[in-house]
T-cell receptor, first 114, second 112 residues
């Protein structure tokens, strides 16, 4: 049982490039989330999804896009990467009612934009 | 919007000393969760508190939810080097559609 799997683990991008961070979970969770964590800081919610085909903005959605075509996958797209998007990105998932259930996190993607 | 504040930001203790981190919300919470993140790792769920005044224990860890459901604390008795990491609280507001808001965490270091 792999849980939440994120790829890649590390990535360096140039300013203006685009990329997709992949996230997949095998727990049949309907809720999925994307967070960013800046050094020494807490987690900020970027986007979340309550099920396939449904996504919603979190605290800091600007510069990002998401899609949820299946229960398992929730990719995060960065368009026109900027230095302010240098961060560690965590994907998470949870059961049923979402924000009152434990969240299971992936190992993260460490992204640097130079 | 909802704000969740944690203090202290850093705590250094000698092994065997106790440790407490405090979490305060600007609004009443429906539930609060605690997570631990080891250095270089990902957050791992520890516990959730839902009821006013609730107290839960996990071995040397004691979690409390305030009577007004606006604050919470995590207390570790007799710290060990394995307790090293950052402890986050995350609170969800009572209003419909509220999401989980994470505090900035307390980073605990334990000197052997």
């Amino acid at each position: 049982n792999a849980g939440v799997t994120q790829t890649p683990k590390f990535r360096i991008l140039k300013i203006g490039q685009s990329m997709t961070l992949q996230c997949t979970q095998d727990m049949n969770h309907n809720y999925m989330y994307w967070y960013r964590q800046d050094p020494g800081m807490g987690l900020k919610l970027i986007y979340y999804s309550v099920g396939a085909g449904i996504t919603d903005k979190g605290e800091v959605p600007n510069g990002y896009n998401v899609s949820r075509s299946t229960t398992e996958d929730f990719p995060l797209r960065l368009e026109l990467a900027a230095p302010s998007q240098t961060s560690v990105y965590f994907c998470a998932s949870s059961y049923f009612t979402g924000f009152n259930q434990p969240q299971h996190f992936g190992d993260g993607t460490r992204l640097s934009i130079l | 919007g909802q704000q969740v504040m944690q203090i202290p930001q850093y705590q250094h203790v000698q092994e065997g000393e106790d440790f407490t981190t405090y979490c305060n919300s600007s609004t009443t919470l429906s539930n609060i969760q605690w997570y631990k993140q080891r250095p270089g790792g990902h957050p791992v769920f520890l516990i959730q508190l839902v009821k006013s005044g609730e107290v839960k224990k996990q071995k040397r860890l004691t979690f409390q939810f305030g009577e007004a459901k606006k604050n919470s604390s995590l207390h570790i008795t007799a710290t060990q080097t394995t307790d090293v990491g950052t402890y986050f609280c995350a609170g969800r507001g009572e209003t419909s559609g509220s999401r989980l808001t994470f505090g900035e965490g307390t980073q605990l270091t334990v000197n052997p």
